[in-house]
């Protein structure tokens, strides 16, 4: 399994809701991270967890909140978002021992906020 | 923090045609890691091509090779025989053994048929 699973694929929702994306992979590695992409610019990183370890972008507002379960799971939980956190965001997963290898990333949520 | 700069934000070029992509990056590490990520509509980021900055020869797969300039600090990515599956965004990157992944800003790339 070389993949990068993440659901779900579209996600409307208001204000006041309060919902969470899910990412998973299942190629042992040790780095997980959520990305926030607008279009037509590059992903900007929200979150790092690597060996258990939380990285945090501090610009992130705390409507976002990480979760890592487990090593191959990495959850992105949201409430009271705003309009303007309507974007794409995308999981990626890396090897820390190999960074020759790069990032492997899913295919991303979309997430509209009304 | 380490920067990449891509500085044409738009490109296009005519199917079966050579195109190549620019950018250029700011570190003060000698071992580091450059990667070509293209992200079609589809939204996945799929890794093109990666260059280890220790390895003088330049990384080629396939139809996609890089010219690795390590004293001027630029990577481009060359795309020979386009074909209109190519056509994406695409986003040079880096990394350190010690830092995440840094993106450039982009270019969006169009064949015309």
């Known amino acids: 399994d070389t993949e990068v699973t993440q659901t779900p694929k579209h996600l409307v929702m208001g204000m006041t809701n309060k919902k969470s994306l899910k990412c998973e992979q299942h190629?042992?590695?040790?780095?997980m991270y959520w990305y926030k992409q607008k279009a037509k610019k590059p992903p900007e990183l929200m979150f790092v967890y690597s060996y258990e370890k939380l990285s945090i972008n501090e610009s992130v507002p705390s409507r976002f909140s990480p979760e890592c379960p487990n090593s191959s799971l990495l959850n992105l939980h949201l409430h009271a978002l705003q309009p303007e956190d309507s974007a794409l965001y995308l999981c990626?997963?890396?090897?820390?021992?190999?960074?020759?290898?790069?990032?492997?990333f899913g295919s991303g949520t979309r997430l509209t906020v009304v | 923090a380490q920067t990449v700069t891509q500085s044409q934000p738009e490109m296009s070029v005519q199917e079966a045609e050579t195109v190549t992509l620019s950018c250029t990056y700011d570190?003060?590490?000698?071992?580091?890691?450059l990667f070509w990520y293209k992200q079609p509509p589809s939204r996945q980021m799929i890794l093109v091509i990666r260059q280890e900055a220790y390895k003088q020869q330049n990384a080629t797969e396939n139809r996609f090779s890089v010219n690795f300039q390590k004293a001027a600090k630029s990577f481009s990515l060359k795309i020979s025989d386009s074909q209109l599956g190519d056509a994406a965004m695409y986003f040079c990157?880096?990394?350190?053994?010690?830092?995440?992944?840094?993106f450039g800003t982009g270019t969006r790339l169009t064949i015309i048929p």
């Open positions: 990626a997963s890396s090897q820390e021992s190999r960074p020759w290898v790069g990032y492997t």
């Open positions: 570190t003060s590490e000698s071992d580091y890691y």
């Open positions: 190629m042992g590695h040790r780095a």
């Open positions: 990157a880096y990394r350190s053994s010690y830092e995440k992944l840094t």
